[in-house]
């Protein structure tokens, strides 16, 4: 499966001219323990003008004992040799790390790997001198494949110490704290097969801080198996610290734990007491070892502003050495959100595209060359590799411009519509102007309830001037009727009034003045009712 993982990133990075860098492992499949492994790496580009760099990794039960680990060479090809022993029985992994090639043109990329699986050494073989001596070495290899390979622990006990985890016999190794007065423990327990010997069973001394035992059990044919226990001693005056609520003690001495590769030993000061300390140039990063209760030690950035610590984790894959960060919110890819991964039983931040994937974005710090950059991991192969982001930042850019567009256009006919709206009011009210003689009326949107009763009162007293108008005309028409039934008789004699007050004359109207009269009246009448109806 590893091989298929390496061919499928060589062909990711196969370029578009035809030419690949090639990368070629080669080490015997299987080797006994205690031998020397034989590790051949090799690398060929179509180019003379080519530099290769990169690190010559072996991860598992093997040992390096010579040959020149770092790959620096110039040409279209070189070939390097590098030697591991052979340690317990297991397998052994080589490969090349932090792979940098490239010519004139520009970068390439390939891997491979070679594993490698130990076997338990066996006896030499005698040479035959006779038919007895055959006869012997048969019997002899008979007795071998019938001794016990069982070198497990049955139980295993410390007088007075709870460790942890709970014993299980395919646990290697346990851990336990204990007061910083306690001087020594006992170590007691018993094998499985009685045929089994063990060597780490009795008293051990403590010193102040982290103390390590091995207890190794060796089966009748000879077969190794080493239980390791952890024993912390606390310090007279410790420096405790809470951290999610679990608690820890600052190791103050060098305890013998690991320092990560790439830093540098160093002094630091915690509540005005020296603590052991390692530095990184890359990073900046400071950190100490820290204890829980059941006797873990750990290592913890420390952050000497403010006092506080955060764990030290480092990712290994395909020869990367990897801290994961947290990326600024401006540099995470488009659509990637930002979410919580799970790796090798670590939770960190990371970033999804989509929840159903089973890949996940993180964004690390390469503890090799000091390069933060986004790293895509995969949650079923357990494997990081370098997130090429080129393509997705197109993408991203033609989706801006795209939503720009959609918002310049949408914008644009907002504009369209609230103009449309606009003029149709203002060819509204320039018509009410007209119609009112030149009078402003109210805007219809700040009508309230005392305007529209003001208009119901405006046309009920219209009616009535339009009734009353009406009214007047019917009169006049009679008594106008009356006037030409006057002036028909304009040639009769005029009877004298006797009365003593005579009262003055009404002078008769013509027919064209009762005609016209009429007209205004018929026009006025009309003026009233195209009033009634524009209300």
């Known amino acids: 499966m590893k091989k298929l993982k390496y061919l499928l990133i060589s062909l990711l990075f196969i370029p578009i001219t035809g030419k690949a860098a090639v990368y070629h492992c080669s080490a015997p499949s299987s080797v006994e323990s205690g031998e020397t492994i034989s590790v051949t790496i090799s690398g060929s580009l179509s180019s003379a003008s080519t530099t290769w760099t990169g690190l010559i990794v072996g991860e598992g039960n093997a040992s390096y004992s010579g040959g020149d680990l770092n790959i620096w060479s110039d040409g ?5 040799t590098v030697y591991f022993t052979a340690g317990n029985p297991g397998t052994a992994t080589f490969y090349v790390g932090n792979i940098d090639v490239s010519d004139e043109n520009r970068e390439y990329t390939g891997s491979d790997t070679c594993t490698v699986n130990i076997t338990s050494a066996s006896k030499p073989n005698r040479a035959a001198a006779n ?11 008979e007795d071998e494949k019938d001794k016990s390979s069982n070198s497990y622990l049955k139980s295993l006990s410390i007088d007075g110490v709870k460790y942890s985890p709970a014993f299980n016999k395919d646990k290697m190794e346990y851990a336990a704290v204990v007061p910083g007065d306690k001087e020594k423990i006992t170590i007691n327990g018993e094998v499985e097969d009685e045929t089994a010997s063990v060597d780490g069973f009795g008293e051990k001394e403590l010193k102040e801080g982290l103390n390590k035992f091995e207890v190794k059990v060796t089966a009748e044919n000879g077969e190794v198996r080493t239980y390791v226990i952890s024993i912390t001693r606390k310090e007279k005056n410790p420096i405790e610290v809470t951290i999610n609520k679990k608690k820890y003690t600052v190791v103050k001495k060098d305890i013998g734990l690991k320092a990560p590769s790439g830093f ?7 509540n005005k007491e020296e603590v052991v300390g390692y530095s990184n140039s890359f990073t900046g ?12 030690a750990s290592w913890y950035i420390y952050n000497q502003k403010n006092g506080t610590y955060t764990k030290y984790s480092e990712f290994k894959s395909n020869g990367l050495r990897l801290v994961i960060m947290e990326a600024k919110k401006k540099d995470v890819p488009y659509k990637y959100k930002k979410c919580k991964v799970e790796i090798n039983n670590e939770i960190v931040d990371g970033y999804a595209l989509q929840y159903g994937s089973t890949y996940r974005l993180v964004y690390a710090l390469n503890m090799d060359t000091g390069e933060k950059a986004f790293y895509l ?11 090429y982001n080129t393509q997705v930042e197109i993408y991203r850019d033609l989706l801006k411009k795209l939503e720009i567009g959609v918002i310049g256009l949408g914008a ?3 504009i369209l519509f609230i103009i449309i709206i606009s003029q149709a009011l203002v060819n509204r009210k320039t018509k009410k102007f007209i119609k009112n003689g030149g009078k402003v009326e109210k805007e219809e949107s700040v009508i309230d309830e005392e305007d529209e009763d003001e208009e119901e009162d405006k046309k009920i007293e219209l009616k009535r001037k339009i009734k009353e108008k009406a009214d007047n005309i019917s009169k006049e028409r009679e008594l106008n009727n009356t006037d030409t039934v006057k002036m028909n008789k304009q040639d009769e004699p005029v009877k004298e009034e006797t009365t003593e007050i005579k009262k003055e004359e009404e002078i008769p109207l013509t027919r064209e003045e009762i005609r016209r009269k009429k007209q205004e009246e018929k026009k006025e009448l009309e003026a009233m009712r195209r009033d009634f109806f524009d209300l």
């Open 76 to 80: 279209a090809s070189f070939s390097r």
């Open 131 to 141: 038919v007895n001596d055959v006869y012997d070495n048969d019997n002899d290899d």
């Open 264 to 270: 540098t030993k160093t002094t630091v000061v915690i």
């Open 285 to 296: 990063y400071l950190i100490v070892a820290l204890v829980d209760e059941e006797g873990n």
């Open 377 to 387: 991991y995969d949650m079923q192969e357990n494997t990081f590799q370098r997130f």
């Open 412 to 414: 644009l006919i907002a």
